[in-house]
């Protein structure tokens, strides 16, 4: 389990993509330009998703990994639809049909967009937080992208196989 006085990279990330905000930036990714995105709206980012969050943070924090491999582990998954986003206009709405819809963080420390969020463990502990578009491709694609040896899809069913 991560023992340290100082704010880690990852707790750092998660602060500032979920424990220290109240919503996120919700777009779509451009088809004429990869990376690049239209806001459509926000979702509120409530205290009931930051316990969730936390909380399988925690699970995530004392499950003892092989420190010789690198993963990805799915913290949750947005809930980016019709019923949860505030869109900014009934024309946002209309231009959001159809599309993959992602969280979107640029601040001065980086930028992410996804619809989940992962853990990325390295050396046995977590050492950063980001969003991943769950579209980006089959789980090669990803494994390729974040650079890890394997995902993790459900910590719970991880730690219950070990």
């Known amino acids: 389990m991560l023992k340290q006085n100082k704010m880690t990279h990852y707790q750092e990330r998660l602060d500032q993509r979920i424990n220290l905000i109240t919503s996120l930036t919700v777009s779509y990714e451009s088809r004429e330009s990869v990376g690049r995105y239209n806001r459509v709206g926000t979702i509120k980012v409530s205290d009931t998703m930051k316990l969730q969050i936390n909380n399988t943070v925690k699970q995530i924090e004392s499950t003892s990994f092989n420190k010789n491999s690198d993963y990805a582990v799915k913290v949750t998954q947005l809930p980016l639809n019709n019923n949860t986003v505030q869109f900014d206009s009934e024309e ?8 993959n819809l992602v969280a979107s963080v640029v601040d001065g420390k980086g930028e992410s967009n996804g619809n989940e969020i992962y853990a990325i463990i390295r050396g046995g502990v977590i050492t950063t937080f980001c969003f991943v578009k769950s579209y980006t491709g089959n789980q090669n ?5 974040l650079r890890v040896d394997g995902i993790i899809k459900k910590i719970k069913n991880y730690k219950k196989n070990r």
């Open 141 to 145: 694609g990803l494994l390729g992208k």
């Open 92 to 99: 946002s709405k209309n231009s959001a049909k159809g599309k």
